[in-house]
């Protein structure tokens, strides 16, 4: 269980509150109107921001004051997901190792992930000779090798074309389903939040909300989601 | 960019607005024109009898002369030092001055026609007596004294006492000078590029020496009320300095310059240089010294090479310099 | 079409600069060759003092860039209050009047300096700031400050985005060394070596005061020796010459070294990264201490001693001052045109030529370039009248390339993040600058005033060839000396100091405010 427990978080005028429980294995989309505190919401599970007041608690363990790198979460950000002057291989091997000493198995393991997303034969591409899909699925791979059990979207496909978002949230889907990953995904899109994840958690009003079923929350939405939804 | 071109005019032009007598324009060096230097008295004395305005221009003198050629705007050098008449004379760009040098107050004979001294000195090395209480008694002991006595001394390419010193050198040990500068190397702190900034190394108590002049514990006295600074007078002698004026040849006011030439070997004018310029005045009977100066211990003994000699000595004598501090 | 023909005027606009510049340091080694009637050949000293120059100047470079290294992660890394305050006041030597400097330098590591007393009461044995190694200390103090703000700089580079993603993937410090402050360091310090090596090149006063003697010659001394003792501006010309030789092979080898850093931009997201603990902590606090003591120690020292007598300051030296901070803004305003005028250039042609001739100012003998100018001008106006604008001029020159250290870089970003945007909305011209680059260019833009103005404030080298009735404040300074003034030359160095350092805060900060 992830709980967040009479969090406050201030940046500037800014202030966000979290008081809610997610069950491992299921999946949470986290909407709300830009400048909501998504984001905000996302760098205080993974540790990029530390809470005024409050605790993230996992499975009962304290990770409030566990470095970012220390915690058992993996997190894919909007971009800058891989180090452009690293391979393909390379950036994935920074999952098993930032040394990136890797031994034979090690090796074999990267270029076992690397042809789990369909990238067999890319493993000296740099990201620059990489299209916007294939560098996703790198950053994909890179998360099936850490295998964490918490995964945190931070909207990293909403550069891509629909198509390709459907093909990497199926990919994402076999990953997670796979491994039991409970996954949080902050998304602008309904029919994402509707197609991925049965709860969701509104970001409102300087809150983050107890997450409740998607479609629920859809088809009767709040009036503040209603604005941002853009419904009458 | 207007007020920039502004700002400037009003920057350059303030001077020349003045009035319409007629300008008399001095080239000096630095130290003649600060508020204590000889350069405002001279300026006040020299405006008070020749109805004109006489203008101080500073920057480094002879250099720039010789640049600007004979379209110089300058009508009187003054501050050339004895290490540059030569090359100066060559030039062919100043005029006789037409004193009688006969009877100066000056150590050494003075013949020259083209360059007047107004003042002179000699060189010396300068000592604290709370910092060093037994100073070398003599150039010999200086350069047998202890590897602790550090000094500091100015570099010859780049200053006029510097040279001094390489000519006060060679006067006194000749053909031995290059020995007698590799005993002193050891002993020198550094070599800076002008007199001031050693002589502030040695006020700081960085040096326990400095190359200054034989006039220069005047100023502690008179100024400071300070007698622990004294020049060590050695036996093997001191070497001449002095400073000149002179008149340029093309001046297009040749009356008001020659005017200038006439007054700076008066009473008037000789005055004023002990207490601003801290040197010897060239031409005043020693009762008219200030007490300070005239009770300074001189000298037994001025060494001074003629022009040719000097000229001629420069270079070799700086090689071997050289070569003794390359070591 | 016409904005076509704009886009070539303005390409133009640097190509032209940057040949009036090339021209005009060429220009005047050539007028200061043909006074002389050709070149001379050197002696055996001028050799020895070519060589003196190069070696003094690669490890000054060396030393600075690598102390440089742990001071800059300390504080690109660390947070404490007044970080802001002292990574400007750090900057400070670099933009003291050398003689300032050297007076602080002495107090504290001179023979009767705070440090040899503290050596001498341990019986241990006194340190010498005379000789080689004073030259290499006063050129690492006067230049930590700029390779400290390069390296600075480098780290500010890497996108937060980066130190998240590590952050993330449990990265321990030598990690991030290793994939992150490896490859810009890599990309940064060929640049800030460069730098440093270039301003050693042309040390002139430092050597010269602290040198210890001939051994101790720089090329620029040896110029300024064939001025003044020899008259022989045959060999000032010819030292001239081989001192541009010098730093345009310096340049292309860097080149060639220099590898771009792969970083691209990221959001300027707000930092709030923890910096690594233990040992590394106290390792950054004393990089930072030590930095702060050996920076800022002398030049405390000069103001403790010249403090108490500024009052006593008579008035010509506060004209004297004003004129200096009216030089010093007017060429701060054209080294920044200027500047200005290249950066946007070199942005938009990418052209290496005009970066070069940018970076001649750093190497051009200013003695070459003051009497160069003075011989192409003699005969059209009067010696005197030039004294003033040509001192402007020639700081306004000799800052330019330390403005566009910074400048070029920020043209660079701003035509990549909004070149193709003004361009679909026809912003030009008055327009474009107005809009367009002034604003999103204030911060380099005011510090390059800051430092050219500062710089301009220090000059000696420049305004003591012209003859001249009205000094400058450092002109004055040298008079009290000359006058065995030291108690008023240490108050004139006090207000040389502030004034300096006032003119380069007022500008930065109008900068960061703007």
């Keep these: 269980m992830l709980e967040l427990r009479d969090i406050q978080v201030t940046r ?181 939040a509707r197609a991925f994840a049965p709860q969701t958690i509104l970001v409102d009003d300087g809150v983050a909300h107890q997450p409740v079923a998607t479609a629920a929350l859809m088809d009767n939405p709040p009036a503040g989601l209603k604005d941002y939804l853009g419904l009458p | 960019m207007k007020t920039s071109l502004i700002a400037l005019a009003i920057l350059s032009a303030a001077p020349a607005m003045a009035q319409d007598k007629p300008v008399l324009t001095v080239y000096a ?54 290490d540059v008449t ?136 008179a100024a400071e009320d300070d007698t622990t600074k004294h020049a060590a007078i050695f036996p093997e002698g001191h070497y001449f300095m002095a400073e000149l004026v002179a008149q340029v040849a093309s001046t297009d006011q040749p009356e008001l310059a020659q005017k200038f030439m006439d007054w700076v070997l008066t009473p008037d004018f000789q005055k004023v240089i002990p207490l601003a310029n801290w040197s010897l005045p060239a031409k005043l009977p020693q009762e008219e010294w200030p007490d300070v100066m005239r009770d300074l211990p001189r000298p037994q003994k001025t060494l001074f090479y003629s022009e040719d000699e000097a000229e001629a000595m420069r270079q070799p004598a700086l090689d071997e310099w050289l070569q003794a501090f390359s070591q | 079409m016409a904005a076509s023909v704009f886009a070539i005027r303005r390409s133009i606009g640097g190509a032209l600069t940057a040949a009036a510049l090339a021209a005009l340091i060429l220009g005047t080694l050539a007028a200061v060759a043909w006074q002389a009637r050709g070149l001379s050949a050197l002696g055996p000293w001028d050799l020895r003092a070519i060589w003196f120059t190069i070696w003094q100047a690669v490890v000054s470079a060396s030393l600075s860039a690598l102390l440089a290294i742990p001071v800059a992660r300390a504080l690109a890394r660390r947070r404490f209050p007044g970080r802001g305050l002292l990574i ?58 700029l390779s400290v703000r390069l390296i600075l700089q480098g780290w500010h580079s890497i996108p937060f985005e980066r130190f998240r993603l590590a952050d993330s993937l449990d990265f321990r410090p030598r990690d991030i060394a290793h994939h992150l402050e490896r490859p810009m360091l890599r990309a940064v310090l060929p640049g800030a070596w460069l730098a440093v090596f270039l301003v050693c090149l042309t040390s002139f006063t430092v050597a010269l005061a602290l040198g210890g003697g001939p051994k101790a010659t720089t090329v620029e001394l040896a110029i300024y020796q064939a001025f003044r003792f020899d008259f022989d501006l045959g060999r000032a010309a010819t030292l001239g010459m081989i001192q541009i030789a010098l730093c345009v092979l310096a340049m292309l080898t860097s080149r060639w070294i220099t590898i771009p850093a792969e970083f691209g931009s990221g959001l300027d997201l707000s930092r709030n990264l923890r910096g690594p603990t233990g040992w590394r902590r106290l390792m950054d606090g004393c990089a930072i201490i030590l930095a702060a003591l050996f920076l800022l120690w002398p030049m405390l020292a000069v103001i403790l001693r010249g403090l108490p007598q500024i009052s006593q300051l008579p008035a010509e030296v506060w004209t004297a001052a004003a004129r200096s901070v009216i030089m010093a803004v007017i060429s701060a305003f054209w080294a920044v045109i200027l500047s200005l005028t290249l950066a946007l250039g070199i942005a938009r ?130 008079q009290f000396m000359n006058s065995y003034r030291m108690a008023e030359a240490s108050a004139c160095a006090v207000l040389l100091m502030v004034i300096s350092f006032a003119l380069f805060w007022l500008c930065d900060r109008g900068g960061r405010l703007a």
């Excluded at chain 2, 109805?51 to 110089?72: H, Q, S, W, Y």
Aim: negative net charge.
């Design chain 1, 12 to 192: 500037g005028d800014f202030i966000l509150k979290a008081d809610l429980a997610i069950n491992p294995g299921t999946r949470t989309a986290v909407i709300g109107a830009s400048g909501s505190g998504k984001s905000t919401l996302l760098s205080l599970i993974a540790g990029f921001l530390a809470p005024e007041t409050g605790r993230v608690v996992w499975n009962g363990t304290d990770l409030t004051e566990s470095a970012p790198g220390k915690r058992p979460i993996s997190i894919l950000f909007q971009d800058q997901n891989l180090f452009p002057h690293l391979t393909a291989a390379q950036n994935i091997g920074l999952g098993l190792r930032p040394d990136l000493r890797l031994d034979r198995a090690q090796q074999d393991q990267v270029a076992a992930v690397l042809a789990q997303v369909g990238l067999a034969g890319f493993s000296d591409r740099k990201p620059e000779n990489l299209s916007g899909g294939q560098q996703s699925r790198i950053a994909l791979a890179r998360i099936l090798l850490r295998a964490r059990p918490i995964l945190l979207l931070d909207e990293p496909f909403a550069a891509l074309g629909p198509a390709l978002k459907s093909e990497m949230l199926t990919l994402l889907d076999q990953i997670t389903a796979d491994m039991g990953t409970t996954v949080l995904m902050v998304t602008h899109d309904p029919n994402d």
């Design chain 3, 349 to 478: 042609s990418g052209s290496r030529l005009i970066e070069l001739a940018g970076m001649l100012p750093l190497v051009a003998s200013p003695l070459v370039l003051g009497t160069g100018l003075f011989i192409l001008l003699r005969g059209t106006v009067s010696p005197q009248a030039l004294a003033l604008p040509i001192t402007v001029a020639i700081n306004a020159i000799m800052a330019l390339p330390f403005g566009l250290r910074v400048l070029i870089p920020a043209a660079r970003d701003l035509r990549r993040n909004y070149g193709r945007l003004a361009e679909s909305l026809d912003i030009k011209g008055w327009s474009r600058l107005r809009f367009l680059i002034l604003p999103q260019l204030a911060r380099p833009i005011g510090f390059a005033a800051g430092l050219a103005a500062a710089l301009a404030m220090g000059d000696l080298g420049v305004i003591a060839l012209f003859p001249t009735d009205m000094p400058t404040l450092p002109l004055k300074l040298y």
């Design chain 2, 86 to 221: 030569a090359r100066a004379r060559a030039s062919g760009l100043f005029a006789p001055h037409g004193q009688d040098t006969s009877d100066m107050s000056l150590p050494v004979e003075w013949t020259d026609e083209i360059f007047l001294p107004y003042n002179w000195g000699e060189t010396a090395f300068v000592y604290d007596d709370t910092r060093l209480e037994n100073p070398p008694k003599s150039f010999a002991e200086l350069l047998d004294a202890p590897g602790d006595l550090k000094i500091v001394i100015q570099d010859p390419r780049s200053s006029v006492s510097g040279l001094a010193m390489l000519l006060w050198v060679k006067s006194i040990y000749g053909d031995d000078a290059a020995d007698a500068w590799a005993k002193l190397a050891p002993k020198v702190l550094t070599v800076t590029k002008g007199w001031s900034e050693a002589y502030g190394m040695f006020t700081e108590g960085e040096a326990d020496m400095v190359l200054s002049y034989t006039t220069s514990p005047a100023y502690h006295i």
């Design chain 2, 29 to 82: 060096g630095d130290s003649v024109t600060s508020e204590w230097g000889p350069g405002p008295k001279i300026e006040e004395g020299f405006e008070a009898f020749c109805n004109c305005d006489l203008k101080f221009v500073t920057g480094d003198l002879l250099p720039r002369i010789m640049m600007e050629g004979a379209g110089t705007e300058a009508d009187i050098v003054f501050g050339l030092n004895t």
């Design chain 3, 88 to 145: 400007t006041l750090l900057g400070a030597p670099f933009i003291l009047p050398v003689i300032v400097a050297i007076m602080g330098l002495i107090s504290v590591f001179g023979r009767n300096g705070l440090i040899n007393e503290g050596l001498r009461t341990l019986n241990l044995p006194e340190l010498s700031i005379y000789g080689w190694q004073g030259v290499i200390l006063a050129h690492v103090f006067f230049n930590l400050p």
